[in-house]
């Protein structure tokens, strides 16, 4: 077994920066997880049973971070000492408060409707916005360096993701009825 990173970047083999190869981070990820699973040391030590768990758990925070633009984003800020302060800082640009509202009102009403196609492009707009928000935070965070104000993005990020996962509950739910 290889010694683990501090660094999840490190750890899986990737460049420290928020554009990844997505499939080079599935395909390192998977090749640590088969090296350090617990069920390799069945028969080892309970020590080093022990460490097979520990170094699986770190494989996995660091896959489960690095995959999704969000976590990424914010775990490579806090490399940086950036706080997002997601959960102090819920200050927003007045246009992106207004269409996180617009959002909101229209899946209550998609939802209310029992319009899950309705619901559906709604998600689709929000995850375009994502997009767009994602192609910033590469420019910002690989090129610029633009720590703090990257900080903002990911706060917009986060709120989107919320109410991706908001409407991708009610969608669920309808389609249980």
Known sequence: MSDLKNNHFELLGLPTRFALDMPLLEQNYRKLQAEVHPDRFVASSPSERLQS???ATQVNDAYQTLKAATPRARYLLQLH??????????????????????????????FDASDIAALDNLLKE??????????????M???Q?????????????????????????????????
């Open 53 to 55: 768990m520990q170094w």
């Open 81 to 110: 000492d950036i706080d997002t302060e997601e959960e102090s800082n819920t200050a927003m640009p007045a246009d992106f408060l207004m269409l996180q509202m617009e959002w909101r009102e229209a899946a209550e009403e998609a």
């Open 126 to 139: 929000m995850h375009s916005q994502g997009k767009a928000l994602e192609q910033s935070l590469i420019n």
């Open 141 to 143: 965070l690989d090129q």
């Open 145 to 177: 360096q633009a720590w703090k104000q990257a900080a903002g993005v990911v706060r917009k990020l986060s709120f989107i993701d919320k109410i991706c996962s908001d409407v991708e509950y009610k969608i669920s739910k309808l389609e249980d009825e």
